[in-house]
């Protein structure tokens, strides 16, 4: 059962930070969200992202964390949650190695 409500509650984040993220960004490069990560505390959230092309991650890293507060805000206006979770941006490493591996096979 807590299960379930984690993934719930880590899918609406990411249906509110992607909604964000297209509406703040300046195009130049394509960042979907791909993983969302709640502590079981509730106390952080890890959001993890692609962007294309890659020569543009470093700075829409900078970007996001940049808009860090922007970010928590519009959670706390999307959700019905007591407690905004500290939120941090990391590149989807495991994600840039699936695409990798289906680019040698």
Known sequence: ???NRKKKLEEEIRKIVSSFINEHTN????ITVTRVDVSPNLAKVDLYVT????SGEESALNFLKRKRPEVKEAIKKGM?????PFVDFEIDMGEKNRQ???ELL
């Open 80 to 84: 019905n949650i007591r407690r905004i």
């Open 51 to 54: 962007v294309f092309p890659e």
């Open 27 to 30: 195009r130049t490069s394509l």
């Open 100 to 102: 990798k591996i289906n």
């Open 1 to 3: 059962m807590i299960n």
